[in-house]
Structure formats: C-alpha cells, structure tokens
C-alpha cells in the first residue's frame, strides 16, 4: 500500500461516473489528486491496516440492477453494495497487484477477472475438449451448475485462507475481513432507502476483492476435481465437469465421486 506508483496506477483505472459512497469522494476527485496527496493517503491506509475501516465508514447500499428489459420478480435482478470509494480504492490497489500475480499461474479452465480471458475463451477451451473426445471416439459426459446466491454464502474466514495460501498477504486479508465485519447495507429501492442490515458471512458484490474470493474457491474446485478424466471449469459462480468415458462398461460414477 505504500507504493505510490500502484496508487497512482490504481487510481487512473477508477472510471468517473461511479456511484460514490459514505465518504462522498468521488472518483472524479481522486483523479485530481497530485502524488504528494496519494503518497500521504497510502501512508493513511498503511496505519489502518491491521484495523480496518469503522462502521459508519463501512456504511454501504445495496441497488438493484436490472437482468433483463422488463424485470418481474427479483430473480430479474442483481443486487450490487455501493461501498464507499476510499475502500473501493484500496481494494482495487491489492486487486490490481494479486490479479497480475495469479493472470501467469492461474489455470485457463479458471476464468471471471482476469483480462483477456473471458466467458468467450472458456467457450473455446471446452470446444476443444469436445472435439478431441470426437476424434479420439471418446464418451464425453459433463456437468453444469449455477450456484444460486453464490456471494451472499461464500464464507469469509475459509476464503481468506483459500487467499492466503495463493499468496495474498494476511495483512491484505485483515483489512478486508475487519472491513467486512463493520459492513452495514441499507436497500435502496424505488428511491427509498431500507434500514441498516450488517451480515457476517458472504462477499459483496461489487468489491472487486469479492473476485479474488470467487477466484480462489474456483481453484480450489478445479484442483480438487482435476484428474486424468476429469476437466474442471470455473467461471465466477459457474463450475463445470466434464469427463471422458473409454467404453460403454465404465462407470459414469467414477468421474462423479466430486459430490461425495
């Protein structure tokens, strides 16, 4: 965090326009920023580290976006925590740096986050595998799951250590768990603002350190699952499974033993 150079860089891809939170800067404002003033608020964050940010910091709303053109129910839309912008500033410091570190050593079949490689290039990858089990006369069976209310049940102590592990330091995961623990949301809905509501599991959406979560229990899936004929994919709350069988006598139930 004391960089300045990672300050500098993590400010200029803020997108002005964003809602702004409980702090009421805006990202506008951060782009105006001369370095001496991003060297001190680096320092700031450096001191807090440990503590995180307090609770009327930590105030946040939740808005609902629209899935589809007419939306029904609220299963047409998604809800997104607008959390306040210096939190959403040091967040996307520590997300800029882990995501260049995992981009190299994360596997293909791991996607949602990292640049370059989206739902269009996981596509491609199982194309591949389908046509190889075609041509090689292989029995290809797989497996798709949509995890309903993925974020709102990831539990946050057991993926910090699934980060940790992956190399992202604890003193990272301390200001996020300590932010996240004096989190409070107000729904925000038809312009009227809900009571406060804080919440001891589960990621926001809308924190890009939510991603990095998301991420690191994706590879924990894919390796977990990963063997001679099995492939693993994950792409946010999505895993997949598919799987080869050689003959018309080998057992589907022994690529499935993963829901054991």
């Known amino acids: 965090m004391d960089n300045v150079e990672n300050g500098m860089k993590a400010i200029?891809?803020?997108?002005?326009?964003?809602a702004e939170?409980?702090?009421s800067w805006r990202y506008q404002e951060f782009h105006q920023l001369p370095v001496l003033a991003v060297r001190h608020l680096a320092l700031i964050f450096e001191r807090i580290w440990d503590f995180g940010l307090t609770p009327k910091l930590m105030l946040a709303r939740v808005c609902l976006l629209e899935k589809c053109a007419a939306p029904k129910s609220m299963a047409d839309a998604r809800p997104v925590t607008i959390l306040l912008c210096l939190y959403r500033l040091a967040a996307k410091m520590v997300?800029?740096?882990?995501?260049?570190?995992?981009?190299?050593?994360?596997?293909?079949q791991v996607s949602g986050g990292f640049a370059g490689r989206g739902v269009r290039d996981l596509s491609i990858v199982q194309t591949i595998h389908v046509e190889k089990a075609l041509r090689d006369q292989e029995f290809l069976c797989g497996s798709t799951?949509?995890?309903?209310?993925?974020?709102?049940?990831v539990p946050r102590y057991p993926a910090a250590i699934l980060m940790n592990r992956l190399g992202v330091p604890w003193s990272c995961l301390n200001f996020w768990l300590q932010s996240l623990s004096n989190m409070s949301r107000s729904p925000l809905i038809a312009g009227s603002m809900g009571t406060c509501i804080g919440s001891t599991t589960g990621v926001p959406e809308g924190d890009v350190l939510s991603i990095l979560a998301m991420l690191a229990t994706s590879a924990l899936f894919?390796?977990?699952?990963?063997?001679?004929?099995?492939s693993p994919f994950a792409y946010a709350d999505r895993p997949q499974l598919s799987g080869t069988i050689s003959s018309l006598g080998s057992k589907p139930s022994t690529w499935l033993q993963f829901s054991e």
């Open 21 to 23: 939170g409980a702090c």
């Open 145 to 153: 799951m949509d995890l309903a209310k993925a974020f709102n049940l």
């Open 12 to 18: 200029k891809s803020l997108k002005a326009g964003k």
């Open 222 to 230: 894919y390796y977990r699952n990963l063997s001679s004929r099995v």
């Open 95 to 108: 997300f800029q740096q882990v995501i260049a570190h995992w981009s190299d050593r994360m596997p293909i």
